[in-house]
């Protein structure tokens, strides 16, 4: 069985009476949190009436990790089809996992890991007309609950993004795993939740703006876009805390559902503006794409679209708590300062000049107002 893919671009292009456009909301069918769901994956499966799915295990996973949960599996009555995956999400990778999973009769896809094996378990899933179940190891970012997947070649250069035709059946998130991955991999998260409000705010104020899938913004999207920022603002430094003790805690748990459900279904169906401009733009920098996360240049793309917007109050309280938690706060922190990297800023000006986030911004944005902006970061930051 094969599907097709919903253009996306279907709905950017309706337009209702009085020129309106359609308001379209997005989300994860289904989202299970909390410490140890993991070990009771095999319930869950009936939900999306799985008896044989295939489980994607990146190499790089604790072995104790990959190993219970495949034993939970078995011994829960799940034949499972293990298959390790290499690290990159490349058509060649989706083909030859796809070719498996035809094979062996799967009737289901799991993803255990980051986002590239994520992203390959949704193109497998979307490709033969499976579900997809995705179970994060860390809350680095929104991507186990989006309906979107970037694909890069064998050598992991970034070629496509593909759109699919639904979000992921079912996602289950075990917090107890995510306490135990390196706090870095939160932070990013943090970063590219955080973003999530303030990008919706811009498009909420722009009447011209229209979220990732192409359509008007919906107040659920709204309200969930704006409550990830707040949570953030309000949980951040105690989850960070958590994460550095290894602890679960109540304020974790509110973190790691901002950094995957809320922001996952925020950015997509509320959309994105300067912050993902400047994040975007900033992986033409090899030196930066190959040694930061996203969420770490979304968190300097936020500082960047705030001070853009002339937004004061915002910016200071958006960059004391990036100091604070340890997130970069400006380009200088990415090592790139004016000084002597102004030509590779100006690209990346240039670069996010041409993305159309840039332009769900509620004001004309011209390249010299963005680098004037970027000039300003670093000045507040004492880096200019």
């Not at 020129?19 to 994860?28: D, E, L, N, Y």
């Amino acid at each position: 069985m094969t599907t097709t893919a919903i253009p996306i671009e279907l709905f950017g292009a309706q337009q209702l009476d009085g020129g309106i456009a359609p308001r379209v909301f997005f989300s994860a069918h289904r989202y299970v949190q909390g410490p140890g769901v993991l070990r009771k994956l095999s319930d869950y499966l009936p939900l999306v009436g799985s008896q044989r799915p295939m489980l994607l295990i990146p190499r790089d996973l604790p072995p104790a990790l990959t190993s219970q949960v495949a034993a939970d599996l078995e011994a829960g009555g799940v034949r499972v089809l293990v298959q390790p995956f290499e690290g990159q999400c490349s058509v060649t990778a989706i083909e030859q996992h796809a070719v498996r999973a035809r094979e062996a009769g799967c009737d289901a896809v799991i993803a255990l890991g980051g986002g590239k094996a994520i992203d390959t378990a949704k193109s497998v899933g979307f490709q033969l007309g499976l579900p997809v179940i995705v179970c994060p190891t860390l809350a680095s970012s929104d991507a186990p609950c989006s309906a979107l997947a970037i694909v890069y070649s064998d050598e992991g250069t970034f070629e496509s993004v593909r759109f699919f035709r639904g979000n992921p059946d079912l996602v289950v998130v075990d917090t107890a795993v995510i306490a135990q991955a390196p706090v870095r991999f939160l932070l990013a998260g943090i970063a590219d939740a955080l973003a999530t409000g303030y990008e919706a705010a811009a498009c909420v104020a722009n009447p011209k703006a229209r979220s990732m899938l192409g359509g008007g913004i919906s107040l659920a999207a709204r309200a969930l876009a704006s409550l990830c920022s707040q949570t953030i603002h309000e949980q951040a430094r105690e989850a960070v805390q958590s994460v550095r003790e290894k602890r679960v805690g109540p304020a974790l748990e509110d973190v790691v559902e901002a950094n995957t459900l809320l922001s996952g279904t925020g950015f997509e169906s509320a959309g994105t503006a300067a912050a993902h401009a400047v994040a975007t733009a900033l992986t033409v920098v090899p030196e930066v794409e190959h040694r930061f996360m996203h969420g770490e240049l979304v968190a300097v793309g936020l500082v960047t679209q705030l001070l853009l917007e002339g937004n004061e109050v915002e910016f200071n309280r958006v960059q004391t708590l990036f100091r604070e938690i340890g997130l970069p706060y400006c380009f200088a922190d990415l090592g790139l300062n004016l000084a002597d990297s102004e030509t590779k800023i100006r690209t990346v000006v240039e670069n996010a000049f041409n993305l159309p986030f840039i332009h769900n911004e509620p004001f004309e944005v011209t390249p010299d107002k963005l680098f004037k902006a970027i000039t300003e970061v670093e000045r507040r930051a004492g880096k200019a």
